[in-house]
């Protein structure tokens, strides 16, 4: 068992719990050393603190950039109490041991996001912290080591228990803590940096993420799993406030996030718009006058798939939605917001988890997505690509009407959030066919045609909604078979990105069969 703790260096930027800890340390017979701020805040609370520059012989100096480093806390911290070579030379040159050392860094993350300027960022990188920091979890079999205020009722806890003194085990997980923060402060440094300097790619790329829960498993029983944030305020999954249910599964994270994200491409102004998601692809999504008709419009699409899925929507839950909700499985829902109405009556729900996010994700915002590769990483910019409709090109003789443009330009946004190969059929905005995932484009027509179908004959409808649809592929159809497809199943106009080698051919397959086809010039491959 170490020693009991004797004597402690604090300098924070974290206030929170510090007098209260500092407090418990005195009572426990622990001299104090701490540094500008924080020295001053202990002193008014009437604790007794010796400043760092009596310790080190120096006054604090360059607008208090230099302070900490200096041999006689490095020492006190670096030194094996164990080593006689090393008890010698902090006796002749009288350096004192430090058992604790409690530290957290200048708040550069918080700065940045708040859009400070250069010369503000530059000065919250912390220099002498995270030298202190690294010295003390470096040696962790003689110093203790705290980095942020929720660790002080554990180590509190850990000294009564021990008559001051922290157990080893409590020791290596603090300096492991330690680590991953300089570490993830070091990453936040380089991320900004390289923005700076106008280095989309930086030569080395540091990624720091918070552990935000451990998942009962992964994508299988048999994978452990966990859920990092990354720190990007972007609303969604990892900002959203859980009202009730229990804990998120990974694939619940993955697939609400996909529906969330899917549902955020329909601005509130245009109307509600629902979006129902499983295993990360869409099987209905709609727009209606109300957020109920945009519901019952985007499970109709396929009323099966829809047990057990994800339903994500652009505006407030409201209480007649919630109600048409409750009426099947329904794992998560996802909402800017849910009235009181809503919660009350999916309370009674006690498996389904209600999110509310407080927005909408920007879905042209820029941002960054990471795959991980055997030996690699995979890094590519969120596809936050949308068609002006003022670009659009029609290459038939035949052009779109008002009806079929407008159903285009939304069949070719959910497009974009399907597995590809994509096919999607959508008539009066809302999807009536979607064939995700397929090795060829030919067969996800055939397989939302064939859904469209299904869905039909459990409304009891005479005929599919494909027909009088439109239909969007998220990239170009390399023959003209899979146009056919969806001419066979009804569809009345067509927008694809074109490219093709065939586009010709495939043009002249769509004039014969009467089609409007419309190019856009963006692919939006999804795998």
Request: aromatic letters at 6%.
């Amino acid at each position: 068992m170490p020693t009991p703790i004797r004597r402690a260096l604090l300098s924070v930027s974290d206030k929170s719990g510090l007098i209260d800890f500092a407090r418990f340390l005195h009572e426990s017979g622990v001299e104090l050393l701490s540094t500008g701020g924080t020295a001053a805040a202990i002193r008014d609370a009437g604790l007794p603190v010796r400043d760092v520059s009596e310790e080190t012989g120096f006054p604090e100096m360059m607008d208090g950039r230099v302070k900490t480093l200096h041999p006689r806390i490095h020492g006190g911290l670096l030194a094996l109490r164990d080593n006689p070579a090393h008890r010698a030379a902090m006796e002749e040159h009288g350096i004192n041991g430090i058992d604790l050392l409690v530290v957290n860094l200048y708040p550069f993350e918080q700065t940045v996001a708040r859009g400070g300027d250069f010369a503000e960022c530059i000065e919250n990188i912390d220099i002498g912290g995270p030298a202190m920091i690294r010295s003390a979890a470096k040696n962790h079999a003689h110093v203790a080591v705290i980095v942020d205020p929720v660790s002080y009722s554990e180590v509190r806890e850990a000294m009564t228990a021990n008559d001051g003194a922290v157990p080893d085990d409590l020791r290596r997980r603090l300096a492991a803590r330690a680590f991953a923060r300089t570490g993830a402060y070091d990453a936040a440094i380089s991320a900004w940096f390289a923005k700076q300097t106008g280095e989309d790619f930086p030569e080395r790329l540091n990624i720091a993420a918070e552990r935000a829960e451990i998942c009962r498993y992964g994508e299988n029983p048999h994978q452990a799993a966990a859920f990092y944030r990354s720190g990007e305020a972007r609303p969604g999954i990892a900002t959203a406030t859980q009202l009730q249910g229990k804990a998120l599964s990974y694939n619940n994270l993955n697939d609400t996030d996909a529906a969330f994200e899917l549902v955020a491409e329909f601005d509130p102004a245009e109307g509600p718009a629902v979006a129902i998601i499983k295993h990360a692809n869409p099987c209905g999504v709609a727009l209606g006058s109300s957020q109920l008709e945009a519901y019952e419009r985007a499970l109709a699409c396929d009323p099966v798939s829809a047990f057990g899925g994800i339903i994500a929507l652009n505006s407030t839950l409201t209480g007649e939605t919630a109600r048409a909700i409750a009426g099947i499985f329904t794992e998560v829902i996802i909402a800017p917001d849910a009235d009181e109405e809503a919660r009350e009556i999916l309370a009674a729900k006690k498996n389904l988890r209600l999110l509310v996010t407080g927005g909408l994700p920007d879905p042209a915002a820029p941002g960054r997505m990471v795959k991980s590769v055997a030996g690699g990483l995979l890094v590519q910019d969120r596809d936050n690509g949308r068609i002006d409709p003022a670009a659009l090109k029609v290459v038939t003789r035949r052009q779109p009407d008002e009806a079929e443009m407008r159903d285009l330009i939304f069949a070719f946004r959910v497009c974009k959030h399907v597995k590809s190969n994509a096919i999607i059929y959508t008539r009066n905005g809302a999807t009536v066919g979607i064939g995700a995932g397929q090795m060829s484009r030919v067969d996800s027509a055939r397989i939302a045609a064939r859904k469209a179908e299904d869905a039909a004959r459990a409304a009891g409808q005479a005929e599919p909604l494909t027909k009088g649809s439109v239909v969007a592929s998220d990239a170009f159809f390399p023959f003209a078979d899979g146009l056919l497809a969806a001419a066979q199943a009804g569809a009345t106009a067509v927008i694809q990105p074109g490219g093709s080698i065939r586009d010709d051919e495939v043009i002249a397959a769509a004039d014969e069969a009467g089609l409007a086809m419309v190019f856009t010039g963006m692919r939006h491959f999804r795998h």
